[in-house]
């Protein structure tokens, strides 16, 4: 259908009342089976490609992929550099032909990150390309798992406004109790937070780290302002979970790899189907 920037399918997202999933496609298999998954449901989806998740593969090698894969599909898909550190890789993305760029600078104070955000949005609306912003840090990672968060590092509603206001982002992360990776027992998720910010904001607001959470939270997450959910640790132990009971039944001489290939690939299929009912039941139940 079309490659389109990730401001567009996520403004179309908060009118409607749902959550559109950011996923990584770090190779082929998880690339054909989330695009896949979201022509089956006749959704949106922003593909990703995240440089600390796979070193392995680079992103001038994938991002081909990603943009072909987005211009052929039946669904409108954008495509994003996730967790963007510097200017160079911003750059790179841009010219791999990526539709949007997230630029992370939330570790920086207020004033050092609003300056390199400004930057990047500069350079990047100049080749048409839109951008992601963080405030507020969303602690974790989405491959060391054990982390908490610190109230202190949640995004403040009356920062949010100048921060948007003067970088222009066209997505803005915040940080309300949401952490990468898995959570250790129940999140506690400061919901009231996010509607203070949506309620003062137009940007569509995004949430790193949504693995994990329980099913119903994610409507409660939706119905609070956030329209963009960046997803991968939960859908990554499902699939290996499941290569692991295939291995266990192939025996010690047969050729699997290609069967492996295309088991992940319908793996990630079917949890991206499974994430997308959850971000979609607002448009389940009214039709
Ligand atoms: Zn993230």
Known sequence: ???VGAKQILSEAQREGYGVPCLLAGNLEMLIGVVQAAEACNAPLILAYNAQVTPQIPLPLIAPAMVKAAEGARVPIATILDHGADLASIEQAIACGLSTVMYDGSALPFE???RRTQEVVRIAHAHGVDVEGELGAVGGSSIELGYSQARSEFT???QAVEFVARTGVDVLAISFGNLHGLYDGAPDL???????IAGRVTTPLAMHGASGLPGSAYAAVIAAGISKINYYTAMARAVTHSLRQALATAGETDLVYHRVIAWTTGQFASETRRLLHLLRQSLETST
């Not at 400061?190 to 203070?196: E, G, T, Y």
Request: charged share 40%; net charge negative; glycine share 0%.
């Open 190 to 196: 400061d919901l009231a937070r996010v509607r203070a």
């Open 112 to 114: 050092e990150n609003v």
């Open 156 to 158: 403040d509603p009356d």
């Open 1 to 3: 259908m079309a490659h």
